[in-house]
């Protein structure tokens, strides 16, 4: 095999681990939208941390990867029209990417101040308070809510 082949190899592996993130979130979005504790919420964390490596990796793979390929093989340039549309796709999606993190992280934040206040946990006599984050990830699914 030679070098273009090995990258091209490593640039579809990239792909896939994007693929494999966004799948990921979306699981942790399907489960988080069950949790109405801080302490739920911020138990899912590592696990958004491994989505956020296979993304990251996903995501410097496939550009910096499928870039080299477009100059390094023949028959391709960087200005195809196929080209240049994934690469607007690329830019399209880190920008809801990051966009979608912000909206996570304030989640997140907000059941880390509950718990420091002491607030994690429901008890029975509790009433459901609007303060209380329904899931991490409620901003991103659901705008219209307040959590």
Same mark, same amino acid.
């Given at each position: 095999?030679?070098?273009?082949?090995? !990258?091209?190899? +490593?640039? &579809?592996?990239? %792909? *896939? @681990?994007?693929?494999?993130?966004? /799948?990921?979130?979306?699981?942790?979005?399907?489960?988080?939208?069950?949790?109405?504790?801080?302490?739920?919420?911020?138990?899912?964390?590592?696990?958004?941390?491994?989505?956020?490596?296979?993304?990251?990796?996903?995501?410097?793979? !496939?550009?910096? +990867?499928? &870039?080299?390929? %477009? *100059? @390094?093989?023949?028959?391709?340039? /960087?200005?195809?029209?196929?080209?240049?549309?994934?690469?607007?796709?690329?830019?399209?999606?880190?920008?809801?990417?990051?966009?979608?993190?912000?909206?996570?992280?304030?989640?997140?934040?907000?059941?880390?101040?509950?718990?420091?206040?002491?607030?994690?946990?429901?008890?029975?006599?509790? @009433?459901?308070?609007?303060?209380?984050?329904?899931?991490?990830?409620?901003?991103?699914?659901?705008?219209?809510?307040?959590?």
């Amino acid at each position: 095999m030679s070098f273009d082949d090995w !990258t091209l190899a +490593l640039h &579809v592996v990239s %792909a *896939f @681990s994007f693929v494999a993130g966004v /799948i990921l979130f979306w699981a942790l979005i399907v489960a988080v939208r069950r949790i109405d504790t801080p302490e739920g919420t911020l138990r899912l964390g590592p696990v958004a941390k491994v989505g956020n490596a296979t993304i990251g990796i996903g995501m410097g793979g !496939t550009i910096v +990867l499928g &870039v080299w390929l %477009a *100059f @390094s093989v023949g028959g391709y340039d /960087i200005w195809d029209g196929w080209i240049v549309a994934a690469l607007v796709l690329w830019f399209v999606g880190a920008e809801l990417g990051r966009r979608t993190g912000v909206a996570y992280l304030e989640g997140t934040k907000k059941a880390e101040e509950l718990e420091a206040r002491g607030r994690g946990a429901r008890t029975q006599s509790s @009433s459901p308070s609007t303060e209380r984050p329904k899931a991490s990830f409620c901003i991103s699914c659901r705008p219209w809510s307040s959590c």
